[in-house]
């Protein structure tokens, strides 16, 4: 199996930067892509961005040329550096890992951007 653990959501000013990591453990391997997902109250999940296990990378065009999404060679760990978060950021943050046409979620972890 696999486990997702996210971590380093908080509260941020309007502006500010943060990162969130994911740690991945177990089955680590064969692994297609892993991403972040985000949540907000009252709206669907979206994807936010994604890197390919060929380090392709894409993102939601809302947070492109604001947010990087960057892993180590294991596949360890997964990072989403945001940068200039604006309140609509606002929104549960989810790790996503896909292997072999399976998803895999973590807990998610809580982002804030006041205003």
């Known amino acids: 199996q696999v486990r997702l653990v996210e971590s380093g959501g908080g509260l941020v000013q309007a502006g500010g930067s943060l990162r969130v990591s994911c740690a991945a453990s177990?089955?680590?391997?064969?692994?297609?892509?892993m991403g972040w997902y985000r949540q907000a109250p009252g709206k669907q999940r979206e994807l936010v961005a994604r890197?390919?296990?060929?380090?392709?990378?894409n993102y939601v065009e809302s947070v492109k040329g604001r947010f990087t999404i960057s892993r180590d060679n294991a596949w360890n760990t997964v990072y989403l550096q945001m940068n200039s978060l604006k309140p609509e950021d606002t929104a549960v943050y989810y790790c996503?890992?896909?292997?072999?046409?399976?998803?895999?979620w973590g807990q998610g972890t809580q982002v804030t951007v006041s205003s």
């Open positions: 996503n890992l896909e292997k072999r046409g399976f998803q895999y």
């Open positions: 890197i390919s296990s060929g380090g392709s990378t």
């Open positions: 177990g089955s680590i391997f064969s692994i297609t892509a």
